[in-house]
């Protein structure tokens, strides 16, 4: 045998994997930690919810996010794809659809909400990242349009336990109900009534001193979707995926500067037809959107000019629709619209490359220095 | 977009590029270096460093002794190669190289006898006093190259920085890849060498001043070149921070400097120059000892190797008696890489050789390596944050997924450096490097066939040009001639008519 090693040689060693290029190691969360992460965050928020509002709550979460599973194994059976289930991502869908529907919804509602959210605002684009909208918001908006009355159905609260509250078995006949259960004490919410009450020609200040003294309460204890009334506890899950790194401080602040400025302008201008800054922020779906449902990464920008930009625009529009549109809450619109347009920022909003300009032509060489020196 | 740049620049000021991998430099860092003993066979690859392969100027059966060359530099840019031990040439011909591709090539093989005698060698005495070309040209003898990995020919970087002026020399201490630590270890043990080189390079380039850059993750190291350093006012040791890639050239120079060399320039041409602290020490040997690059220093790391450490290794050890001399690997190894774990090659087998670019072998075990299966990009924009240079890498990796190579391009394909950090980072654990070296390899490829086609339609109108000037120039000769015998002919009837009229009678 000749002694120059050659690959004809090999045959003794253990077969290599060929074509594995660098890096060779891995850091970093997988897609199913972020998930995780991000159930995590819901969690305490979630937990509140289904204490406030009680059994039917806790079935229409279930139901939905059954709805969501079922639909993604469907479609992927359809089209042949190995399951991604494990990824979370759709649980999590589920999960954020379930929160913003109104607690006592009935159980098609979830069903419905789910197929929606997954086949048409997930699947038909193609699966996992390649949808331009959120898919939860896409259900919810759907479900709105089309069902205006049951959903903006708002119950009153009735904790877990409370002597009103309904048990179990009741739970099933009202979420099984269709289309609404008319026993439900229901009111409005703080958005929802000081929309009507000025429609009626009474002003924001006289509205609030007459309406029901659920409309608002900084502990929670109001009307509102099954997820957003715990704004404390959406506000600490929040802050908690900006401290784990799941998600930056761009959107959330944007889109919660987007709402807050106009209030204050708006507020400080005619009080009496426009609802406070901290009303704006602590009421309806703000903070649960800015930290949960804006930043979902697959339909907002990855740059952080961009993310402003996005964020900005959700919370504008957001206090647009809130204050002159004709639905009492906006979220949920301005994140679709800004989804439409976030093809368009990314786009505009590129990093710039090291040792180009913007527009991507190089640098000038800086003229070298060689007169000073150490 | 510049006044809405102006607006959000202190607001979008991007987090710090790169990544925090996983250390792992422990417990080889903290082993002081071995020196390998000379193994049976060796074998030298003619071409390792970039540019043209060396020229054998050995027989198969010759007997050279330790430093002697025995292939020299062909061209401008090439390096010659020494035997790094005595013995014999016993063949001359294709191995396979140490590169995942398994192509072969051409290395000159010597038996060891075992006895590691050096050539007598001479070092340059006062170099400090001597023209810098000199040192430049003792350097390129010497076979010295970008120790760091890059294997560009240290003279050639030398000579450059003669040429174009040089305001600061750069070594590179930094070491930011994982696992790695010959670099930590060489600055630990033989601080006053590199010292010394860093001065040499500076007499050799004329720079100003020399900065050496060392992540703040050794400290030990950073003590002893502070020590080393001392009397030299012109060289100073930087502590900078740990974070991968501040080895890399353009990121280290912003650090050391503050300069952003621009894209498609030379960092000579701000008056900059890079050089690995290898690099600096081997020049060091070549100077003062007269002694050329056979030898390099290298870690030995991975869960799978019996004792990682660092290990002084002739060039042209098989990595396989390498491995087997520590101990050798437990189990089977996932993989063996050569270099770092970030950029690193993969080794299609052992039974290849040490390069002088080598500066180590990772044996990885299944559970290092592990990784899940790729999935769908969800974009959370983790690899644009990582980049160090401030590429899109999702959005390259979706153009090249569809075969849009100029729009990856447009995007900036070859301003990426390939160090992984993307790739590191991303949940969906796409194989984002991947994506990118196959685009640069197509289009280097088109870029080839397209100066041959070039070629071969500039050759063949350059044939159809001489033909038609042949056709034209024989066309116009035939018609000078027939002008010419025409004018004759004329003369001829002229002059006899002359002579006739001359030659009658009055
Ligand atoms: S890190 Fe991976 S999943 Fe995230 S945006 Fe980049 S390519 Fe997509
Ligand atoms: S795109 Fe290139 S330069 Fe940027 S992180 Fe990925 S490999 Fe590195």
Redesign the interface.
Known sequence: MSPVPTSADDGALPALPTLAASPHAHGGMSVAQVMQRVMLALAPATLFGFWLFGWPAINLFAVTIGACLLAERFCERLMGRTSSLGDGSALLTGWLLALSLPPWAPAWIGLLGGFIAIVVGKQVFGGLGQNLFNPAMVARVALLVSFPVVMTQWVVPQPLFSADAPGFIDSLRITAEAPAHPDAVTSASLLGHSKTELARGITIPEALASGPQTLFDWTGLRTGSLGETGTLLVLAGGLYLLASGIIRWHIPAAVLAGIALPALVGHAADPARYLSATQHLLSGAALLGAFFIATDYVTSPNTPAGQLIFGFGIGILTWIIRSWGGYPEGMAFAVLLMNALTPVIDRYCRPRILGRRRDGRALEPTPIDNTGGA | ??F??KI?RP??R?EPWG????ERKRPASETPIRRLPPPP?L?LPLSQHVGAAAEPIVRIGQKVLKGECVATAKGNISAPVHAPTSGEI??I????APH?S?L?MM?I?L?SDMEDRWAPLEGLADPLARAPEELARRVAEAGIVGLGGATFPASVKLGLGHRS???TLILNGSECE?YLSCDDRLMRERAGGVIRGAVLMRHATGA??VRIGIEDNKPEAIAAMRAAVDGH??V?VCVVPARYPMGSD?QLIIELTG???????RAA???VLVHNVGTAFAIHQAIDLGRPLVSRLMTLNGEALAQPGNYEVLVGT?VEDLLAFAGGVRG?P????MGG????????????PVVKGCSGI?A?SAT??A??EP????????C?RAC?????P??MNARIANAALDAAV?L?LH?CI?C?CC???????I?L??AF?HAKGELAAHERDKKRTDATRRMAEARSERLEREAREKAEAAARRAAERKAQKAREAAESAASNSEGAPA
């Open positions: 977009m510049g809405l740049d959000f607001l979008t991007s990544v925090h991998p996983d066979l074998y016993v063949a011909g294709p191995i396979t995942p398994r072969e290395a093989t038996r002026r040089i305001r994982p100003r001043e006012a012109d100073q353009r300069i952003e060399v621009p894209a498609e320039s041409d701000v008056g098989l089977e996932a993989r063996l890489v774990p970030m950029m690193g090659l993969l080794l299609p087998s052992a039974k290849v990772l990885l290092e390596v990784r899940d999935g769908p990009c969800i974009r959370c924009g983790s644009t160090p240079v401030g590429l899109l999702l959005e447009a900036g301003d390939g992984g790739a590191w980072v991303c949940p969906s654990r194989p490097v991947q070296n």
